[in-house]
């Protein structure tokens, strides 16, 4: 239940590239979310919809993508999407698998009115 | 009037991954090695502090930083431990973050081994958020069942060790040590598995042995 806290950062971002590009409006905002990142997007969508009152991004669309976990085998070299909760290389089966995408909590775009 | 769209590309987390690099690199510095506590609220983490107190105080010295979301309960028992105890309160938040963290290190004493941190009881939000610690414990007690490290992954996935706790209730439950363990080693392979019951202390040497081994490597910079 951090999800506002999290938009509570999302504004600080559009605020300051607001300031930057002079912009009078916040018509947009794109979040790529990992799977993984431990965040409920139902919860951000809400929690965006409190924080935007009487803001620059009062009628801002939020677009939220999820991006899935990708591993990276060091055994083997493989890199795949999994789908399920099992961290293992899809090719070979090795458990020593790094993260490489699935944890991101990222502002990736953001559309202004200037 | 002009639309335009810019990317960023900014990482939500960034100020807090900032404020836990600087409290890493500080607390390194000082030799002072930081463990950081998660579980859900009720699982044994202030027990556990009290046992690993009574089992360090006579080689070593540490310090426990408190986070609830109200009372300076847990703090006081700590204290009365005779360890040094810092209470933060977050009236609400669902987590400590490294900010918090920072504010409370320049009243921790230099001469110190250990530096616990109890995060708030919440096996969710805690995950997410880096504090500067050395080793992340995730706490799992008998009671809680053993079926919780898949439910709940980020914090497993977050991980260096897994301590199951109140083993003394193991015989009147159906928790199962060994699912509890595989299960949580199926999310992350590596992860050093204790079983502890605090009350009788049981398993506590082998916990204190090991932390006392990771503040040794820390020391010689082999961390």
Redesign the interface.
Known sequence: ??EL??IA??FD?LEE?AKE?GA?RV??VVLKVGV????VPDLLESAFETYRKGTLAEGARLTIVLVPVKLRCPDCGGEAVRED????CAACGS??VE?VEGR??????????? | ?????????????A?NKQAAAAIRQELRARGILCVNLLSSPGSGKTTLLESLADRLRDRFRMAVIEGDIETERDAERIRRKGVPAWQITTGG???LEARMIGKVLGDVPEAIDFLFIENVGNL??P??YDLGEDLRFVLLSSPEGDDKP?KY??AF?SADGLILTKSDLLPYLPFDPARAAAEAL????GLKVFTVSALRGEGIDALAGYLVEALERLRSGRA
């Open positions: 239940m951090h806290s999290l950062s999302v971002v590239k590009h009078v018509t947009g993984m990142a431990g965040v909760a099992d961290f293992s458990r020593r993260i991101e909590l990222v502002v990736e775009r953001i559309e202004m009115e200037t | 009037m002009t639309t335009k769209t810019i990317t960023v590309v900014r990482d939500l987390l100020t938040a669902c987590h969710v939000c995950a997410s898949a992954p980020q996935l199926a999310i992350k392979p």
